[in-house]
C-alpha cells in the first residue's frame, strides 16, 4: 500500500510525457512496470499502472498544464510583488527625502522668520531714532525761527539807532554854526576847528 501510494504521488507529480516515458521504460529482463508488477503479484500497483493509460495521461496533462500555468502566474505575482515591494521603498525614501527637505524648509523659514522679526525691530528702532531726529530739528527750525526774528527786530532797532544818530548829528551841526564866536577864527579868518559832527 505504502509503495503504491508513493508510486501515485510520484506519477502526479512528473510531467505528462516523463510519465508516459516511465511506463515505457524496461528492465533488464525487458519488462515494464506494468509487466514487473504483474510478475510480483502486486494487484493494487497493476490497477494503478493499468489506470494510467491515455484518458488518464490526458487528465494528467491537463492538471499539470493548469499547475505549470498557476505556477507562472504565481511567478509574475511574485516579480509584480518583488515590484511593488521595490517600489514601495522607493516611495518610502522618496518620502523621508521629502520629510527630510521639509524639515530643511521649515528650518530656513524659521530662521527667516526670525530676521524678519529682527529687521523688524531695527525698522522700529529707526523709525523712533527719525521720528526723535525730526523732533530736533523742528525744535532747531523754531529757535531759527525765533533767531531771525531777533535779528530782524535788532536790525529794524538799529536802523532806528542809526536814523537817531543821523538826526542827533544834524541837530548837532546846527547847533554848531549858532554856537561860533569870532575866537573861532584866527587873524587870517581861518576856522580853528571843524564843526561837530
Do not use: F
Not at 15 to 44: H, Q, Y
Amino acid at each position: 500500500m505504502g509503495r503504491t501510494a508513493a508510486l501515485q504521488s510520484m506519477l502526479t507529480s512528473i510531467p505528462p510525457d516523463k510519465v508516459s516515458a516511465l511506463l515505457r521504460i524496461k528492465n533488464r529482463d525487458s519488462r515494464t512496470p506494468l509487466k514487473e508488477a504483474e510478475s510480483e503479484g502486486r494487484k493494487e500497483t497493476v490497477e494503478l499502472l493499468k489506470s494510467w493509460k491515455q484518458p488518464v495521461l490526458a487528465a494528467h496533462a491537463a492538471t499539470y498544464q493548469k499547475l505549470a500555468t498557476l505556477q507562472e502566474a504565481d511567478k509574475l505575482k511574485s516579480k509584480a510583488l518583488t515590484n511593488q515591494r521595490e517600489e514601495l521603498v522607493e516611495s518610502q525614501q522618496q518620502i523621508l527625502d521629502l520629510q527630510e527637505t521639509n524639515n530643511q524648509m521649515m528650518t530656513e523659514l524659521i530662521n527667516q522668520g526670525d530676521e524678519l522679526v529682527q529687521s523688524q525691530q531695527q525698522i522700529v528702532a529707526l523709525q523712533e531714532a527719525n521720528n526723535q531726529m525730526t523732533a530736533e530739528l523742528t525744535n532747531q527750525g523754531d529757535e531759527l525761527v525765533r533767531s531771525q526774528q531777533q535779528i530782524v527786530a535788532l536790525q529794524a532797532v538799529n536802523n532806528q539807532m542809526t536814523a537817531d544818530m543821523a538826526a542827533m548829528m544834524e541837530r548837532l551841526n546846527r547847533l554848531d554854526i549858532y554856537l561860533r564866536t569870532p575866537a573861532d577864527t584866527d587873524e587870517a579868518g581861518n576856522q580853528l576847528h571843524e564843526p561837530l559832527g
